[in-house]
DNA sequence: TGGACGGTAGTGATCGGTCACATGGGCGTC
DNA sequence: GACGCCCATGTGACCGATCACTACCGTCCA
């Protein structure tokens, strides 16, 4: 654990072999975990390599073969908040599995981001580049050394789509909604140009009458709170005593509306959101919301990555993304 | 742009150099835009780059000199949203100085976060490295080829410090409220274990006597809603008509206990949180906050440490990170 | 006419590992 | 005791760029 005389240049493997007295070979295979290597011989290589602070240098390692322990993450630039927990999977999963994860966050135009793949995939400094986003048809077709695996889970746009925007959640928070009694029902949706906003809707007008509810309609509230406070305003009198808002804003903000028409929540109105905003656990009523699993979702683009890398199958993963989390701003609907 | 033989390997410099009729070198320097290279032969050898739809293999490059292109940024795992903000003004800065940037998030124990950070630094595979958590002494010393930058915000725990933790915007906060009329002062401070709840805690103490204002001193909320409401429940009539929250989500509860004592934010109190959660502006009333600006903490970090790899001296930033936001929930004080 | 000089281009070494193959000693078998 | 085999290790080429030198050619000036 000595330092190396400082401001030197670093050890190489043949100065280890030199102090250790064996070839540099014996050192590399030392470094491989070779189990033919001598018991003795491999004390004294340990030895070196610690006298030394002998660290291998990645870089000339990658350059003969093929391993360098390395996988890059593609996000897309300007995401919000949720790519960091997908990232902190991503990288636990990596991290699990022996490899180290660059994240590359990719944006601009899509010549720009196809050049910038292609880099990636043949600078020979990765094994495999999981993405996030979907790629130019250009950037995806078969790299020699380098696996490539897109889990979309978002647009040109950086706006979510693939299991990000799985919208299963909504018929299981409407099913729940109607086993509280709940009949007539109000959307507010979110900016149509998302794809999750889009599910959401559709799977809001597909479930509504595969349980025999009513529906008043859905209304574009484009994510922001002081449309759907707006739409509460305008809401007919008992035209609905549930609303399922697009996200936890459009919640808040339909919960401003409805207390500003009196009523009260969830007695006389029932109100879900979804994104599991942390003050949405603290408002008054709490929010009912949606928790994505945003964790593991970077866990299992990384997991795919690693199969590919594998020639194994693509693994499958049923667990829904998407988890209700029932709070006080749901209850039974009013008699 | 034709395809090369698919499966084949990829093409190398003296391939190329070969199809151009010229010398290896002769590429290397095209690639390099050297200027002493003629029109035509320049025009060749882009022809034969199209052609073979060559790309420098950077591992190679990356052995021989140094300049590899690439920047390490080293992020806490297990941190809260900012970060990706931060991530974001990094990776611009980055961008925009012609660099990459490669986010390697890093955790565990110190020895272990120690290794990696000097894996990194020793790899060849960085020019630089900013770092936004503090490094263990031994992962400091200077390394041959690799500048490391520190921009502590985050401690060992990855808790914020540094100018994340910067609490000037809580004077700004106490000033603003002293001019609205306000002379009663709380604090509902935040877990002490995180430096910017004591720096806050520490900036409160401090400007309350300087401005002459009572204090009914500083309630440790652990950045708890419930602690918040069960402070505000607890409050004294009278005690105080300015509560100064740790953040948004204390705040929030702050609101909550207010409202239980039947009292009106701002008539009666007024309330500051701290973060920008979005539903803060969305809350009735809307929660007067302070935005860090996080991006340019990131393009900061890169700053500095693109200064560094010049032999610059450390480039000056005397900007402001806190910016405070009145909002709803304060007002003039109560006659 | 010759030599210095500047602009182009080429040659071979080199970075620090890994791969393929060679070597030599000990042991079991016929 | 000769042979074959396995085990532990050594030798030299090689990956694909860049670097430091060298070589060539034409021009200009003494």
Redesign the pocket.
Same mark, same amino acid.
Do not use: C, E, F
């Given at each position: 654990m000595s330092q190396s005389a400082s401001g030197t $240049? $670093?050890p190489?493997? %043949?100065e280890v072999a030199r102090l250790a !007295?064996? +070839? &540099?070979?014996?050192v +590399? %295979?030392f470094? &491989?975990d070779?189990?033919?290597? +001598?018991a003795?011989?491999r004390e004294r290589i340990r030895t070196a390599i610690d006298q030394l602070d002998?660290r291998?240098?990645l870089v000339? $390692?990658a350059? %003969? !073969?093929r391993?360098t322990g390395r996988l890059a993450f593609i996000l897309p630039t300007g995401t919000t908040v949720s790519s960091l927990e997908i990232l902190a999977g991503a990288t636990a999963a990596a991290h699990d599995a022996g490899y180290i994860l660059d994240v590359v966050t990719l944006g601009g135009p899509v010549a720009e981001r196809s050049g910038r793949v292609h880099e990636l995939a043949e600078s020979g400094l990765f094994e495999g580049i999981a993405s996030l986003m979907p790629l130019p048809e250009s950037a995806q077709r078969q790299h020699e050394r380098t696996a490539i695996v897109i889990s979309p889970e978002y647009d040109d746009q950086m706006r979510s789509i693939g299991e990000l925007a799985d919208a299963a959640p909504v018929a299981e928070l409407i099913e729940g909604l109607a086993e509280l009694g709940h009949r007539r029902f109000v959307h507010l949706a979110g900016d149509y140009a998302h794809t999750s906003a889009r599910r959401r809707r559709d799977m809001y007008l597909a479930t509504i009458p595969r349980l025999g509810l009513e529906s008043h309609g859905v209304i574009d509230c484009d994510w922001s709170a002081e449309l759907a406070e707006q739409a509460m305003l305008e809401l007919p009198v008992g035209a609905a005593t549930a609303v399922i808002a697009g996200n936890d804003v459009v919640a808040a903000g339909a919960l401003r509306g409805a207390f500003t028409r009196g009523w009260r929540v969830p007695e006389d109105v029932s109100i879900t959101g979804w994104d599991n905003n942390k003050l949405g656990a603290v408002l008054s009523p709490t929010i009912t919301t949606v928790i994505m699993a945003h964790e593991r979702l970077g866990r299992r683009a990384i997991t795919r990555l690693l199969a590919a890398l594998n020639d194994a199958p693509d693994p499958v993963d049923d667990e829904p993304v998407g988890t209700v989390v029932w709070r006080e701003s749901t209850g039974p609907a009013p008699s």
């Open positions: $240049r $670093r190489t493997i %043949r !007295g064996v +070839s &540099h070979q014996t +590399s %295979r470094l &491989h070779d189990p033919r290597i +001598s003795q011989t002998y291998p240098n000339a $390692r350059m %003969r !073969g391993k």
